[in-house]
Antibody, heavy 121, light 113 residues
Framework: EVQLVESGGGLVQPGGSLRLSCAAS????????MSWVRQAPGKGLEWVAN????????YYVDSVKGRFTISRDNAKNSLYLQMNSLRAEDTAVYYC??????????????WGQGTLVTVSS | DIVMTQSPDSLAVSLGERATINCKSS????????????LAWYQQKPGQPPKLLIY???TRESGVPDRFSGSGSGTDFTLTISSLQAEDVAVYYC?????????FGQGTRVEIK
């Protein structure tokens, strides 16, 4: 059974940093592109970033470029999102998702339960 | 970026009746090289992550009931629930994966009338 379990969310002040983790199991993690997708409270879905199988190809939504960094450790079956210079508008539930297809843009066939990031003073 | 626009924002349908949700993309998501529409549909229930229902505009994900169907091509797409069940109350999103960034519609809330 495919499982994605996020951790690392919490309350952080504007300008602060946070590192999210996603532990994957039930599939061959190193074979898949992976993404982070976020959802602000009561709002819709926004894709944040993705990373290819070996970690050498990464894409970001414009609003987080230069502030967020996606990475992975295939030996640990883990995906990460380092978030710096956080803003109030980054407040959201952050989902780890498995990309359905082996390309730079995909739909998402498995999702974690999400971890809440709140940016507030 | 490709903008995805859904209509309506919400709809109320009687149990057993048909529900239809529309999704329009700001540019075509039909890839000429493989003749596939790079369009997916998701269902999200309160407090849960989204669930993939349909990909390639009309292919049902494994385990999804056949009352859910997708249609359309190019820039105009439709998700149809042929006979609404109580468990279908949710927000539904379309998403394009033709180009990066992948983008979602704003969502359509489906309720029971």
């Amino acid at each position: 059974e495919v499982q994605l379990v996020e951790s690392g969310g919490g309350l952080v002040q504007p300008g602060g940093s946070l590192r999210l983790s996603c532990a994957a199991s039930g599939f061959t993690f190193r074979s898949y592109w992976m993404s982070w997708v976020r959802q602000a409270p009561g709002k819709g879905l926004e894709w944040v970033a993705n990373i290819n199988q070996d970690g050498n190809d990464k894409y970001y939504v414009d609003s987080v470029k230069g502030r967020f960094t996606i990475s992975r450790d295939n030996a640990k079956n883990s995906l990460y999102l380092q978030m710096n210079s956080l803003r109030a508008e980054d407040t959201a539930v952050y989902y780890c998702a498995r990309d359905h297809w082996y390309r730079f843009s995909s739909d998402f066939d498995y999702w974690g339960q999400g971890t809440l990031v709140t940016v507030s003073s | 970026d490709i903008v995805m626009t859904q209509s309506p924002d919400s709809l109320a349908v009687s149990l057993g009746e048909r529900a239809t949700i529309n999704c329009k993309s700001s540019q075509s998501v039909l890839y000429s090289s493989d003749n596939e529409n790079y369009l997916a549909w998701y269902q999200q229930k309160p407090g849960q992550p989204p669930k993939l229902l349909i990909y390639w505009a009309s292919t049902r994900e494994s385990g999804v009931p056949d009352r859910f169907s997708g249609s359309g091509s190019g820039t105009d797409f439709t998700l149809t629930i042929s006979s609404l069940q109580a468990e279908d109350v949710a927000v539904y999103y379309c998403q394009q994966y033709y180009s990066t960034p992948p983008t979602f519609g704003q969502g359509t809330r489906v309720e029971i009338k």
